[in-house]
């Protein structure tokens, strides 16, 4: 009797052994057919489900109907807007944040089903679970509270105050600490999470709007990256100081680490640029220095996680809907896989589906929105006036992706000038030619409104919904002051 409680024990301890999550130390297990990846594609409204083992895309999780056919209609009642991911560290379960809808949907990884749906406070944006595998802390960005869900029945069941804007929350490795960062102040809420408390605030971040951010497989440092600035807060945990503000670049997004060599590596994925940036940093209070940009495939890399064993790093291409597959030991893009449409979070879950599931049931629950439609980018400077010069050294990103029944036409314009309202506009290709007709048809006008560090404005998100793949030539956009 005694004796077998013990190989009972040792066999239960081997099995939480084996499995770690990463960002995790060396020595964690290899990459395995029970391993999945998640992205959370904002405009196909689906959550991507991949099997790291054979790079293969099983398919997509629909939250609800793809952007703009149904979702403005009084009877809608699913999710829109599918953007943030976390999980639980018994790998069973994936929560799903929507934040236009306010939605925290709990998934079963091991059939994609949805096991709760809650309705949280506004804009919930990034959520983890806690060490219990069932409890789910979820930052709320359009309020000054953390919402506590119960994952497995669904509803709130607590809140925590924090300071505005909180937008992810991650836990220390041993599960005590919660940290909170925000897009409305500069700085990171340090919470206990048993008495569900702040207990401690990191002041002095490089910026007030904080998007993500994340912490080291050991948990001494914490990474809190600064889209609008293009920079990334650096933080010690063990003296819980602000180490440096690090310039990574312009709509850098997310960062992630991995342990290459016994060495501490810093990713960050630095979307106007294509590219995700590697810094070595060799102690939580050194200053990360630079290694390489390792070039994306596509277009504004966005989320960004690597396997437990530290042999890889997954990256969604935000604008070519697609996932790179870096391989940690050359620093390079060996493979690449085409998901769901405008993917954000990015997350690796070890343990995932257990070996002897068969595929009737891991594939339960999935189709194929959002895998099929085309998506475009053009890139081109922006006119200052009729003397067409480029004075400030305006630019503008065009992405069109085709959605059902209307195509989807996006524009984050760079280096703009204050209080100018510009005007993109495209030739007709004409009645079932291809060469464009010489005509200038103004499709969208916005405004830049947002400050960049350099002086000028940015336009982060102009979004239409119209036509645009067969009716204009997208070698024919332009884009300039309404005036000229
Ligand atoms: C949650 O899952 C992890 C990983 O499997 C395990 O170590 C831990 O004991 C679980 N926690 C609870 C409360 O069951
Ligand atoms: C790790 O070591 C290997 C073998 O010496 C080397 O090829 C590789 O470049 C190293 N990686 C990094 C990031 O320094
Ligand atoms: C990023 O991708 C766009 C679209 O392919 C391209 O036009 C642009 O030159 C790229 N930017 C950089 C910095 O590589
Ligand atoms: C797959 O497993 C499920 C759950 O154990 C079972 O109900 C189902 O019959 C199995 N399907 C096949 C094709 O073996
Ligand atoms: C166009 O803009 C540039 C820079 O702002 C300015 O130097 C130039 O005079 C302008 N030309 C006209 C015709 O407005
Ligand atoms: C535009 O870019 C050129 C070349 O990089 C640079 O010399 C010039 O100062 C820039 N102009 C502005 C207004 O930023
Ligand atoms: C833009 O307009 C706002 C509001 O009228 C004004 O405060 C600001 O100074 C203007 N900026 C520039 C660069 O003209
Ligand atoms: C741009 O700003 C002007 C002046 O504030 C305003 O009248 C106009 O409606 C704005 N245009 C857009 C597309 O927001």
Redesign the pocket.
């Given at each position: 009797m005694f004796l077998s409680c013990i190989l009972l024990v040792a066999a239960a301890a081997r099995n939480t052994l084996a499995l770690v999550q990463a960002p995790a130390l060396p020595g964690a297990p290899p990459i395995s057919s029970e391993d999945r990846i998640y992205t959370g594609d904002q405009s196909s409204n689906t959550v991507t489900v991949i099997k790291p083992s054979t790079n293969e895309v099983l398919g997509t999780i629909s939250l609800g109907d793809p952007r703009l056919t149904n979702l403005v209609g009084p009877q809608y009642l699913k999710s829109i807007n599918s953007h943030g991911l976390g999980f639980s560290r018994d790998g069973k379960h994936i929560v799903s944040l929507s934040v236009t809808s306010n939605t925290v949907n709990v998934i079963r990884t091991l059939d994609n089903s949805i096991v709760s749906q809650t309705f949280s406070d506004r804009a919930p944006h990034e959520a983890f679970f806690t060490a219990d595998n069932r409890t789910v802390w979820v930052a709320c960005r359009g309020t000054s509270f953390i919402n506590i869900i119960d994952g497995l029945e669904g509803g709130i069941i607590g809140r925590i105050q924090t300071a505005p804007g909180p937008s992810k929350v991650l836990f220390s490795p041993d599960g005590k600490t919660a940290y909170a960062n925000h897009i409305l102040s500069p700085s990171v809420d340090i919470i206990d999470v048993a008495n569900r408390k702040v207990t401690h605030i990191i002041h002095g971040l490089a910026d007030v709007f904080s998007s993500d951010m994340m912490l080291s497989a050991d948990g001494t440092r914490l990474w809190v990256a600064h889209k609008m600035i293009g920079k990334v807060s650096i933080i010690d945990l063990t003296t819980r100081t602000v180490v440096t503000a690090l310039a990574t670049g312009p709509e850098t997004n997310h960062p992630n680490f991995a342990i290459?060599?016994g060495?501490t590596?810093g990713f960050v994925t630095v979307a106007a640029v294509n590219a995700t940036k590697?810094y070595?940093q060799d102690t939580p209070a050194s200053s990360p220095v630079f290694?390489t940009a390792i070039e994306a495939s596509g277009v504004e890399p966005h989320g960004i996680w690597p396997s437990p064993d530290n042999t890889r790093m997954y990256v969604v291409n935000e604008h070519s809907d697609s996932v790179d597959v870096i391989d940690?030991?050359?620093?390079s893009v060996i493979d690449t896989l085409h998901v769901g449409q405008e993917g954000q979070a990015l997350v690796y879950v070890a343990g995932a589906v257990p070996a002897s599931t068969n595929v009737s049931t891991y594939t339960a629950n999935l189709g194929h929105q959002g895998l099929s439609g085309r998506v475009e980018n053009v890139l081109i400077p922006v006119v200052s006036n009729t003397s067409r010069t480029t004075a400030t050294n305006g630019s503008a990103l065009i992405t069109i992706r085709a959605l059902p029944g209307l195509d989807m036409l996006q524009i984050i314009g760079r280096h703009l000038r204050a209080n100018v309202t510009y005007v993109l506009s495209a030739s007709p290709t004409g009645y079932g030619g291809d060469k464009p007709v010489a005509v200038k048809i103004p499709l969208v006008e916005f405004n830049a409104s947002v400050p960049d560090p350099m002086g000028c404005e940015i336009a982060p998100q102009v979004l239409g919904f119209m036509k645009v793949f067969g009716v204009y030539g997208l070698n024919t956009f332009e884009i300039g002051p309404k005036s000229i």
């Open positions: 290459i060599n060495t590596y590697v070595r290694i940690t030991s050359t620093l």
